[in-house]
């Protein structure tokens, strides 16, 4: 009766026990299908988005707790073919930065770093002697050369005395109403004998076009004075002295009416112009070679000056003073 009661119970649990693994598996197939609904199926594809994920935060996927191994579950695995996010995605690198610099300034200009061409105020370039009258660069006249007492060496040039008397007289044709004043020429006679003179005067009528009234100390340099004619041929230079060239306004010149000259010139003037009224005013030139402005205009302002050449000297500081021989510290080119 004992071993009869001890038998049930046994017999029993078995049942309990065969009947409690059927009920497991059953859990454990629920479990699986929950956790292939949730992830969205199995599949290469299905641990990209952790991968993506991972590689842009740059943290370690946590292990799962219920690995036996310890090992992290396949789904949790970056992916082979999962790309990679490059570091300079986000952020650029030194010389994606560096060459963006270059685009973003502008360059300076070429005219920012064209040079001043003047002395004192604005020089043009000079070209050919497009303005030159009767006397030309390059030219050889031919004539006779007379002589006449210089005296102080003044003239019709309205210069003033002058200490050096290498000077000359120009024949009415040629003068030109004082356009040959302050030139420089270059005499050779038919001997060989050459001089260099400066013209401060007028030859009048019938002084003949080419010939040349010199002072006796000129003519004395190409032949005795008793000669009185001397066949000549002379040249207009271009030459290394003055250093700068002045201006000097009129007597009686005011605010009202002025003239002006120019002096110690190296290449004959061939215009003087005024600032005024927001432009440039040619003045007209008289035979005893000053500029006039008959109504004041520009006098006491910028004085633009212009030789045969076309060079243009623009001269700022000229005091409206009288008589007074003021430099303008700059001289045209020399030819």
Known sequence: MRATKHAVPRARRGRVL???????LVAVGLVVCLAFALTGGGGSGSGQPVAAAVAATGQAVPTASGGPD????????PSPTAPTPSPSAGTPSPSASSSAKPSA???????????????????????PASLAGRIRPGTSY????????AADGNGACSF????????????????????ACGAYVQVRSAGGASIT??????????????????????????????VGRLPITWTLLSPAAPDSMSVRYKTGSSQWWCGIQVIGHRNPVAALEVQAGGGWRRLSRTDYNYFLSPDGSGCGGSIRVTDIYGERL?????????????????????H
């Open 105 to 127: 300034s502008p360059k300076p200009s070429a005219s920012a770093s064209a040079p001043a061409s003047a002395t004192a105020g604005s020089r043009a370039a000079a070209g």
């Open 70 to 77: 310890g090992a992290t579950p396949p789904e949790a695995q």
């Open 18 to 24: 065969v009947m409690g693994v059927p009920l497991a």
């Open 197 to 226: 003179v400066r013209i401060v005067n007028e030859c009048p009528l019938p002084c003949a076009p080419g010939q040349l009234d010199l002072s006796h100390e000129a003519f004395a340099k190409l032949a005795d004075l008793s």
């Open 160 to 179: 003033g005395p002058s200490g050096d008397l290498m000077i000359a007289a120009m024949n009415h044709t040629d003068y030109e109403t004082s356009g």
């Open 314 to 334: 623009t001269v700022d500081g000229i005091a409206l003073q009288p008589d007074v021989v003021q430099s303008a510290h700059a001289q045209f080119a020399r």
């Open 142 to 149: 031919q004539g006779v050369a007379t002589s006449y007492d």
